[in-house]
T-cell receptor, first 116, second 114 residues
């Protein structure tokens, strides 16, 4: 079954460490997204990519960077993690070309990141 | 800047009841609107997507409506079941130069008790 996977699923790290969260998809979608979810603030867009050569900042990109290594892979990096980056991180994909439910976004299971 | 509000924040109902979840948005220039379900500690599952040109979508016991001009959407759940207990999120996809970007509401926590 075509899917969106995220690794790791849980991570605890210390302030100042570099962290990479990885997302892979087998849906063949061209668009990929990174969101974070915080209690009381909902989901907010960090970065998005409409194809391998197209990377765009979202609402809250400061402190984060991304890499689109291939159509199927989109990584999120925290260069120097800080405690207020503790959150649940989601990767999502979509495909404008899909018939019917145009540009419907499909989400991975999430990565719970704790920065001490 | 698009803002999405969901009312109520939490809802507790007995099994079998029909219920309505509300979503409002401030900018009517949207591309589509999606309703998601999120179970505790889990990812989001897409329930329904309504394109900006559509008025409603149905899937099983779920029906979502969209009124772009008034900036409102409703999710109707018929004959609720305990398995429907989850957080329901509404998200609006921007049009224009922000094409495709989703703005989420904060969700409605639904509890259906037997």
């Amino acid at each position: 079954d075509a899917d969106v996977t995220q690794t790791p699923r849980n991570r605890i790290t210390k302030t100042g460490k570099r962290i990479m969260l990885e997302c892979s998809q087998t849906k063949g979608h061209d668009r990929m997204y990174w969101y974070r979810q915080d209690p009381g603030l909902g989901l907010r867009l960090i970065y998005y990519s409409f194809d391998v050569k197209d990377i765009n900042k979202g609402e809250i990109s400061d402190g984060y960077s991304v890499s689109r290594q291939a159509q199927a892979k989109f990584s999120l990096s925290l260069e120097s993690a800080i405690p207020n980056q503790t959150a649940l991180y989601f990767c999502a994909t979509s495909d404008l070309r899909a018939s019917g439910r145009i540009d419907e976004q499909f989400f991975g299971p999430g990565t719970r990141l704790t920065v001490l | 800047k698009q803002e999405v509000t969901q009312i109520p924040a939490a809802l507790s109902v007995p099994e079998g009841e029909n219920l309505v979840l509300n979503c409002s948005f401030t900018d009517s220039a949207i591309y589509n609107l999606q309703w998601f379900r999120q179970d505790p500690g889990k990812g989001l599952t897409s329930l329904l997507l309504i394109q900006s040109s559509q008025r409603e979508q149905t899937s099983g016991r779920l029906n979502a409506s969209l009124d772009k001009s008034s900036g409102r959407s409703t999710l109707y759940i018929a004959a609720s079941q305990p398995g429907d207990s989850a957080t329901y999120l509404c998200a609006v996809a921007a049009g224009g130069t922000s094409y495709g970007k989703l703005t989420f509401g904060q969700g409605t926590i639904l509890t259906v008790h037997p």
